[in-house]
């Protein structure tokens, strides 16, 4: 089983300080880590990988001191890591990010499943996961909690999405890609021999020419995002259950109800 | 101070601390409270590789020596003495069989130690022979290819959780010292079974039984080396093993040390911090200054050996080592308490049981009574031979 793992290389911000004069980051001199919520992905790659055997794939893009966030991965158990790194991705938002992504994972070449952390703690969009799946025109699950089978066979996966109040059981084609949550593990330490092998571990480095990006979708040129206001979403905690006959008539109801709405045209 | 480690040496150092930080602490009160075994630490100290560390790559180990042995346990020790012994006892255990055994035996047990999937254990103490080992009581019978064994072992680590154990019989009474055999046996071997759990003192979360042979059947294949060899076996394991304990005193006097001096930063008395007062100053000095004494010993020793590839010729200094971290981690955790003060005697704070779990360090793998008596032992020997 070949098992890819998206990661991103972030501030420490329990050691970051502020400056006081523009209210920002202070990022210079800051350690970097691997965002916490993709250790839960990096662990469940190695749990299939030893379940099922395969190989487990780190890839990040960013400047070349990213490499460091490949090289624990290596430390914990990770086969391989591959860096995306070019100046043309300078300025990427999180469409041109998984696009990047996206067209690093297809030189990788063959893979079974994606993992990826539920956000990265910096931005906290939670978008680059399904970027991902979108630009590789494959299924995506958010939320992921627990892995609760895969046929090999089949090419189907079965897993529990973690819901505000209990979980989901979805099944899946294979290829997919799972964005997981932190209840789906516990990340273990680096190994001894994990540390030996990243000491010598060089990041196979693709640069936009290797991946043959289209330079109007990566970086500034390929990033449409503008920040208008940050705020945080209030959530009503409003539902409705929608009672029916036929699984056609309760999705006819749910897209009637949408249409009302104008959430749909 | 800079003990000049290698890149690796530094990783075992860089591991293990990464490691007791996150899986230890958070579950050393839980196990030394409800005296329970970690198996879901050890199960982990396994997967980062911290339990192969003195066993040759060959058999799946990393071959990193004595030093890497004791450097791990140094660091885990730091944060719970009583879970890195699962380790550090599996090594007394495997020490026989790692400096004795026929390379089959070797295959078939150290590569499951190596990777921390079993665990090990050494069987010599009996109810009546503690210091004076050799006085032992269990005979192994021969009987064809089989030898028969009776009697009881007693407080051994790890007892009941290990699957492979090292132990010690009396094969012919009257050949003395040379009438003692070894055999590894394993758990589950008809007529092999356990006493109760102790309830101790302290290193709580180890666990310490009882080994109780009855017409235990063991076929002759089993036996390390040759018959007779026994003693020398155990002697020899002792002197291989005791920087190990060393270590784990070392490590409890070092977190102990850095427990004191947090504290004292923190505590506020008289409208200041106790670490301005003279009288702490003066007692974090002297731990301060004995850990260090005792690391540099130890390390020494270690080295000593692993160069040499063998503790025969360093016994003294193996002895010494074990002697001077122990009482250094006895002395280092009650000074610890003392600057804790009443805090230091409540369980909510961790240096109470850093002080019970140090003073087994003085009491077995040799009393520090047996220790000096070895050194002096040793000075008189190699006098006698310049002579």
Known sequence: ?265 | MDYFLTEEQQMIVDTAKDFAHKVIKPVREEHDENQTFPWEVVKKMGEAGLCGLYIPEKYGGTGLGILGLCLAVEEMSKVCSAIALSMAATGLGTFPILLFSSEEQKQKYLPDIASGKRLAAFGLTEANAGSDALGMQTTAVKDGDYYILNGTKQWITNAGEAEIYSVFAVTDRNRGSRGLSAFIIEKGTPGFSFGKKENKLGIRASATRELVFQDCKIHKSAMIDSEGKGAIIAVNTLYTSRPGVAAQALGIAAGALDESINYARQRKQFGQTISSFQAVQHMLANMATEVEAARALLYATARSIDKAGDAKGFAKESAMAKLYCSDVAMKVTTDAVQIFGGYGYMKEYPVEKMMRDAKITQIYEGTNQIQRNEIAAGLIKSAASKK
């Open chain 1, 1 to 265: 089983m070949n098992i890819v793992v998206s990661i991103k290389q972030v501030p420490g911000t329990t050691k970051v300080a502020i400056n006081p004069a523009t209210n920002t980051l202070i990022r210079a001199g800051v350690e970097a880590i691997i965002n916490p919520f993709d250790m839960y992905a990096i662990e469940e790659a190695i749990r299939l990988r030893e379940k099922f055997g395969g190989k487990v794939t780190c890839i990040t893009m960013g400047p070349p001191q990213a490499e460091e966030a490949l090289k624990s991965a290596i430390a914990m158990g990770a086969d391989d890591g591959i860096l995306i790194s070019d100046r043309a991705f300078a300025g990427s938002d999180t469409l041109a990010t998984s696009y990047t992504l996206a067209m690093g994972i297809k030189k990788f070449g063959q893979f079974d499943i994606i993992l990826t952390g539920k956000q990265a703690m910096d931005g906290d969009t939670a978008q680059v996961g399904p970027g991902i799946a979108q630009w590789l025109n494959i299924p995506f699950i958010a939320w992921v909690k627990k892995i609760e089978d895969v046929k090999e066979d089949a090419k189907t996966i079965r897993v529990e999405r973690m819901m505000d109040d209990g979980y989901e059981v979805l099944e899946g084609p294979l290829p997919i890609l799972l964005s997981v949550v932190k209840e789906i593990n516990e990340p273990r330490t680096e190994s001894l021999r994990g540390k030996m092998k990243a000491k010598n571990f060089k990041a196979t480095v693709l640069s936009a020419k290797d991946i043959e990006a289209d330079p109007d979708f990566i970086g500034l040129r390929g990033s449409p995002t503008i920040v208008n206001r940050v705020f945080v979403p209030v959530r009503s905690g409003k539902k409705e259950l929608v009672e029916g006959a036929t699984v056609e008539e309760k999705v006819s109801k749910v897209v009637a109800s949408l249409r009302e709405s104008k959430l749909v045209n």
